[in-house]
């Protein structure tokens, strides 16, 4: 969450959509231009897919991810044959000691994954889109109380946080929800700093001060003048918020912190491959390349579109 | 004098945030409804027993009570209970842990030498790598070391520090039999091992910060070498070697040290990750064992000493800060 890019402010858009309908097509060039966003567009749109048709990639498998299979595993609780027991039947082998088929437990992880990502990453936004808003459009003793708790979060050892909040929040509260809520307490800083620096830029704005000449009250100001203005920026926070939750999520679950079993979790798997890395290190590969192209194609899908909504950045990886 | 002001001023302010902190953290984990007297009280738990317990933890106290006597633990420690059974927590006291017979503090400062050999080398090696290869990126801009430096930024970005770490001990430990797989021993009493049990802690957790470093130097590096001032620098016959590494250097390790400032929160998470990778006993070890046993003081210390700690960093990167860009101390 550290890759703090400085966003210039978008081009101040026409009332009337004509001018952001077309910057829209030309957002949509510059991106198919663009190999490598393009490319993670497409990951993104797989990783989507696969989240989505999780029950059905799994009936055409012929598994779950829930059902044990020890006729798998040798008496060592190692997958028997090839690569971690790839076969016909597991397409990706099955997990040790319990034989449970790991193409359906990487498959449905996405799901897992997608849903804590984006309700965090959705969360924070709103979080932090309205404070930040706010604290940079009225400014005063809010402004400075908001920038302190910003200081604050952004600094705090969140990980060590929800480590210890995990463990004895109630067990009645889904997990899922508790990660959500918990990520999204730390994620919105980064967010809300973002879009305040934006506010306060565009608040000098001609148009701004026009609406303010002409008498527009406070909610106009924010939500019909200012808030269309950011949407460049909320747009590539948000894409790249969601790998950062996935990847908070996966580090939980690895710790053994995050969503409970049985629910398939990537981070969940690689923690359990920790012993298993020297005789079956395909339980290691699959759920963790999973995790690392889906994280990838984000970054890439979110670099894309930070270059082409501020040409100044570009040219940083081609 | 100006120093000085911004350092009293700068104390305040951390002394108020640690406040703060405490405060919310603390009545965060006392307000769920987990009670470490149940716990502790053993089978069959009486109501008596149960009573004393939490007489003799302070837990009959209200919370606001309990914060306090916390608060005077830690400046002038504490005793639970009274008579001969009574425990004394000298301070600096962050709780004692009832499960384990311990003082927080002790079990900490026992765990503290793994979490910094980590977290500090890996912080060294980080700044090192990042800021050289977004220097040399920016310079040699668009050229083939550019390119390669930014693919592997790119990769190091998306990839998570565990998995790399279980690649790096399949590769290096298992396959090449180079470095130890797991493990940590004490730099007292093995300079040489405690080396090299940490080299690929320290390769994995930095290489992937460093990605994120060499992104922010190449960009910050590529809008300084446009500023007026090096211009006038070149202008003047300076060498080019003394152009990016004193004038343009000094402009672009200030937002460095901000953002290394924002990141020691995830460098202590970090090594919390790192230690469950190669199973060293560190503070994030303690911190899992202690969540396992639903340890409630320990977690709170762990956690309340964590950010002291990072707020207390914090509070350094601020001089340092203040070294290197003058118009701050104004």
Redesign the interface.
């Known amino acids: 969450?550290?890759?703090?890019?400085h966003l210039a402010p978008p081009a101040p858009t026409r009332p009337g959509g004509q001018t952001r309908r077309r910057g829209a097509r030309h957002l949509w060039h510059q991106l198919a231009a663009d190999r490598?966003a393009a490319a993670g567009a497409g990951g993104v749109a797989l990783f989507l897919i696969v989240a989505a048709a999780a029950p059905a990639l799994c009936a055409l498998a012929g598994q779950d991810p829930y059902t044990y299979d020890l006729d798998a595993l040798s008496d060592s609780g190692a997958p028997k044959g090839f690569g971690g027991g790839i076969s016909g039947e597991h397409w990706f082998g099955v997990e040790p000691m319990t034989g449970r088929d790991l193409f359906a437990i990487v498959v449905h992880g996405a799901r897992t994954s997608i849903l804590v990502g984006a309700g965090a990453t959705a969360a924070s936004l709103l979080l932090g889109v309205a404070v930040g808003l706010t604290a940079g459009f009225y400014g005063g003793w809010y402004d400075r109380v908001v920038t302190?708790i910003i200081d604050?979060l952004?600094?705090?050892?969140?990980?060590?946080?929800v480590?210890?909040?995990?463990?004895?929040?109630?067990t009645s509260l889904p997990k899922p929800l508790l990660l959500v809520g918990v990520l999204a307490i730390f994620g919105w800083p980064s967010i809300a700093r973002v879009v305040r620096s934006q506010t306060l830029a565009l608040k000098q704005r001609t148009f701004v001060v026009a609406s303010v000449a002409l008498g527009a009250g406070g909610w106009n100001l924010l939500v019909r003048q200012l808030l269309p203005n950011l949407t460049a920026t909320i747009i590539v926070y948000a894409t790249i918020t969601i790998?950062s939750m996935i990847?908070a999520e996966?580090?939980l679950s690895?710790?053994?912190?995050g969503v409970p079993p049985p629910t398939p979790a990537w981070g969940r798997s690689?923690?359990d491959?920790?012993g298993w890395?020297?005789t079956d290190?395909m339980f290691?590969v699959f759920p963790?390349g999973a995790?690392?192209f889906a994280?990838?194609a984000f970054?890439?899908l979110g670099?894309g579109l930070r270059d082409a909504f501020d040409p100044k950045?570009r040219?940083?990886?081609? | 004098m100006r120093l000085l002001r911004l350092i009293s001023a700068r104390l305040f302010g951390m002394i108020v945030?640690l406040l703060?902190?405490s405060l919310i953290?603390y009545a965060?984990?006392v307000l769920?409804?987990?009670d470490p007297a149940q716990l502790s009280c053993g089978r069959p738990c009486t109501p008596e027993r149960l009573a004393d317990a939490r007489a003799f933890m302070g837990y009959d106290q209200p919370w606001a009570q309990q914060y306090l006597a916390f608060l005077g633990g830690i400046v002038a420690g504490r005793t639970f209970g009274s008579g001969a059974a009574a425990v004394h927590c000298a301070a600096p006291c962050f709780g004692y842990s009832f499960r384990l017979n311990d003082s927080v503090t002790h079990l900490i400062l026992e765990r503290i030498p793994v979490t910094f050999s980590i977290a500090i080398g890996a912080a060294l090696l980080w700044l090192l790598i990042g800021v050289a290869a977004g220097v040399v990126s920016a310079v040699r801009r668009?050229t083939a070391i550019d390119?390669a430096a930014?693919?592997f930024s790119?990769?190091g970005?998306?990839?998570?520090s565990?998995?790399v770490g279980?690649?790096g001990?399949?590769l290096f430990g298992?396959t090449l039999n180079m470095v130890p797989v797991n493990g940590y021993v004490p730099l007292t009493e093995d300079p040489v091992g405690w080396l090299w049990h940490l080299v690929l802690p320290w390769c994995v957790l930095a290489l992937i910060s460093a990605a994120?470093y060499a992104?922010?130097t190449?960009?910050q590096m590529l809008e300084v070498l446009g500023e007026d001032y090096i211009r006038t620098a070149r202008a003047k016959g300076l060498r080019e070697r003394r152009v990016v590494g004193r004038h343009a250097l000094r402009n672009v390790l200030i937002?460095v040290v901000t953002?290394f400032?924002?990141?020691?929160?995830?460098l202590?998470?970090g090594a919390?990750?790192t230690e469950?990778?190669f199973s060293m006993p560190g503070l994030?070890a303690l911190?899992?064992d202690?969540?396992?046993n639903?340890d409630?003081p320990l977690?709170?210390g762990?956690?309340l000493f964590?950010?002291f700690?990072?707020?207390l960093a914090?509070f350094l990167v601020d001089l340092v800060y203040g070294v290197l860009d003058p118009r701050v101390a104004r």
């Open positions: 969450m550290s890759t703090d890019t490598w302190r604050v952004l600094g705090f050892p969140y990980l060590i946080f480590i210890a909040l995990g463990a004895i929040a109630p790998p990847g996966a580090a690895f710790l053994g912190v690689i923690g491959a920790i890395v020297q290190p290691l963790g995790l690392f994280t990838l970054n890439l670099d950045t040219g940083v990886r081609r | 945030t703060v902190i953290t965060v984990f769920l409804p987990s668009g390119r930014m693919t790119t990769i970005v998306s990839a998570p565990y998995l279980l690649l001990i399949l298992f994120v992104r922010l190449r960009g937002p953002v400032g924002l990141d020691l929160g995830s202590l998470g919390v990750i469950r990778v994030g911190l899992l202690a969540v396992g639903i409630l977690i709170i762990i956690t964590s950010a700690l990072i707020i914090n």
